[in-house]
């Protein structure tokens, strides 16, 4: 079974950056539309960046310019840069292929902006 993992979330000032970085137990990228998912308190989760397998990206209008997909499909890993952070940022941040059979959802990794 697939295995996601987050990480590179933090408490970080508004105005400042942060990556986050997202892999995966076995090579399961490759071949996958991958997405980066915002949960901020209370809400559902949203989808805001997403990066195809040739690198091609798509993002919501909220964090366009900010934020930045990329992908190492040799290294499995899929990144998440975020510049310019605002508060209304704050959330849980997740990833996961684009597909009506998502894989089990990791842990998130947290971003906490303080204004």
């Known amino acids: 079974q697939v295995r996601l993992m987050e990480s590179g979330g933090g408490l970080v000032q508004a105005g400042g950056s942060l990556k986050l970085s997202c892999t995966a137990s076995g090579s399961v990228f490759i071949g996958n539309t991958m997405s980066w998912y915002q949960q901020k308190p209370g809400g559902a989760r949203e989808s805001v960046a997403a990066?195809?397998?040739?690198?091609?990206?798509m993002y919501a209008d909220s964090v366009k310019g900010r934020f930045t997909a990329t992908r190492d499909n040799a290294r499995n890993i899929v990144y998440l840069q975020i510049t310019d952070v605002r508060p209304e940022d704050t959330g849980t941040y997740f990833c996961?292929?684009?597909?009506?059979?998502?894989?089990?959802w990791g842990q998130g990794t947290q971003v906490t902006v303080s204004s």
């Open positions: 990066i195809t397998t040739k690198g091609m990206t």
């Open positions: 996961n292929k684009v597909d009506y059979t998502p894989w089990p």
